[in-house]
């Protein structure tokens, strides 16, 4: 189908709407640079603004974000020195800032001045209201794909999240919370993804933020805390999973909302609103933001989304047809190493049906 043609009047309100979008970019830039080129003073004659220092970027507030410094002057600050934190304005040239971001910025008050942005090592993304790719978080190198005994969790789920964490080169775990809802009705189902998980080499840790004993390795606290340990990291899941209470109990002055599981459908309602960094008492960092739990996979192909699962690495290449989309190919390799067992089924039934939504999507 072609694209549709635009009246004149479509036309012309599409061009004045990007006018004044480059009209208000350019204004905004004019007036950072003033600050930034140190025209704006004090009554002394003095530049409003400090010295470069490297710091990341903790929230992003529409047209500011709130920097964290990390050194000053190249030299860290010592550890009794105060955190620095402070809204900075950021020049449209730069792109769209989010959490997570390293910068190098110039202090100011009350605001100062992002100048420059680092090269992101990750990038977390997902699609806008206009079907635009958004990346939504930066520089994390660990996923925690938090799963619980309600809502009912789907290996299909936990399998995106492990896709897109393995195409990303970021180092994914399974936390399995709620421990203390483990009856008879659903002991099966999470051995089975212990097992499932823990034979493919992925670190699986239980918790639970329900616990009367004093004992934290009863709630897995110590795994998680040695797991998150001097990485930056996000939780992802469904709602009602618990990411916000363990997060909670890791940082425990945090005091995220908790969202309640509802009785008609067993989801949980999502309490995050805002992408924010968050530090580890006993180091690390977390990125917790509300677009993170759908990041996809839908701009990914067939070729990523094979390669995202690791079992299937060995015998990619070896079929008999280069094009071969192991559903029923003769001397498909894939298919071969499924039916040797090299392949557990579950994951076979994720990878196509992951496949197949992404040719939808």
């Not at 208000?24 to 004090?42: C, H, P, Y």
């Not at 190249?74 to 040239?93: M, S």
Request: aromatic fraction near 6%.
């Amino acid at each position: 189908m072609g694209k549709r043609k635009l009246s004149r009047r479509q036309a012309w309100r599409i061009e004045k709407i990007q006018q004044e979008r480059e009209a208000r970019a350019l204004k905004r830039d004019a007036n950072i640079n003033q600050l930034d080129d140190g025209q704006a003073e004090t009554n002394n004659g003095a530049s409003q603004l400090g010295p470069e220092q490297s710091g990341i970027v903790i929230a992003h507030f529409g047209t500011q974000v709130e920097v964290e410094t990390l050194t000053i002057a190249g030299v860290a600050p010592p550890k009794d020195h105060p955190i620095i934190r402070r809204r900075c304005h950021f020049r449209a040239n730069l792109g769209s800032l989010v959490t997570g971001d390293r910068v190098v910025f110039r202090d100011g008050n009350p605001t100062g001045v992002v100048v420059a942005v680092k090269e992101r090592e990750t990038a977390l993304s997902r699609p806008d209201p206009y079907g635009e790719l958004k990346t939504i978080a930066a520089n994390i190198d660990r996923i925690l794909i938090v799963i619980a005994p309600l809502p009912k969790p789907h290996t299909q789920l936990v399998d995106r999240y492990i896709v897109a964490a393995e195409t990303l080169g970021i180092k994914a775990a399974l936390v399995i919370n709620k421990m203390d809802l483990v009856d008879d009705s659903n002991r099966q189902t999470i051995n089975s993804f212990v097992e499932l998980y823990r034979n493919l080499n992925y670190e699986v840790i239980t918790a639970s933020t329900y616990n009367n004993s004093d004992n934290t390795e009863d709630d897995g606290l110590v795994d998680l805390q040695n797991f998150l340990a001097d990485h930056t990291s996000v939780f992802v899941g469904q709602s009602g999973v618990g990411k916000s209470s363990l997060i909670n109990l890791l940082i425990p002055d945090l005091n995220l909302q908790v969202g309640e599981i509802s009785e008609a459908n067993q989801k949980g309602t999502h309490t995050t609103t805002t992408a924010q960094l968050f530090h580890f008492p006993k180091g690390g960092d977390l990125i917790d933001s509300p677009g993170i739990r759908e990041f996809g996979l839908w701009h990914m192909d067939g070729s990523d989304i094979l390669e995202g699962f690791i079992e299937f690495r060995p015998f990619i290449g070896h079929c008999k047809f280069r094009d071969c989309q192991h559903q029923q190919e003769p001397q498909c390799a894939i298919i071969k190493a499924y039916e040797e067992g090299h392949i557990s089924p579950y994951r076979m039934e994720s990878y196509r049906a992951l496949r197949d939504s992404t040719e939808r999507e």
